[in-house]
């Protein structure tokens, strides 16, 4: 029982002391991370080739660098390859030596909150993103959220912040004494 009582005294005080990233409470904290997620073409940020004939869909930018590099296309191919200088010319030249059927998917970098993590504290959270880096992209972080109309939640983080732990400590160390 000790080491719980302690464990919560440490957690208070960690509760009282970190920052809230200016979050209101009662304040919980989760992984934030991003995605790429298709959109309109006038939002675009970058863009994707879909290639039918394979069956894939890749970063154009990636998938021309692959091309650059390689030495088997003919002077045609790499004449007109050279000239490429915007998605759409890039996506004339896949249809016309790559897949005819290929087409642009224009995707922008959209920020979401990962399923399944919520945490009382941002250090643990902090410490789940580096133990687990290999779920996540680069970009993934901490973010606080509130826990809006939660009276539930919202007591129990004000009970932990504000109990006096070493009360219960005294009153088991009175019973043992009995």
């Known amino acids: 029982m000790n080491d719980d009582i302690q464990f ?9 002391t970190q920052v809230n990233d200016c979050q209101a409470a009662p304040r919980f904290w989760v ?18 080739v879909y290639l039918p004939s394979a069956g894939e869909s890749y970063e154009i930018d990636s998938y021309l660098k692959d091309f650059e590099e390689d030495e088997e296309l003919n002077e045609e191919e790499l004449e007109e390859f050279r000239d490429i200088g915007c998605p759409d010319s890039a ?9 005819e059927d290929a087409y642009l998917v224009p995707t922008k970098k959209e920020h979401f909150i990962r399923e399944n993590t919520m945490f009382l504290t941002k250090e643990e959270a902090k410490r789940h993103i580096e133990s687990n880096h290999y779920h ?11 826990a809006w109309r ?15 732990f070493d009360s219960l400590v005294e009153k088991g160390e009175s019973y043992e004494s009995m």
Not at 36 to 43: H, I, K, M
Request: net charge negative; charged share 30%.
């Open 150 to 164: 939660a009276p539930k939640v919202e007591r129990l983080l004000r009970i932990l912040c504000e109990f006096d």
């Open 91 to 99: 996506l004339d030249w896949i249809q016309t030596y790559r897949d």
């Open 136 to 146: 996540y992209t680069n970009e993934a972080h901490t973010y606080a959220m509130t």
């Open 31 to 48: 992984v934030g991370d991003y995605r790429w997620v298709e959109c309109l073409e006038d939002n675009a940020e970058r863009y994707y």
């Open 8 to 16: 919560l005294k440490e957690l208070q005080v960690e509760l009282n």
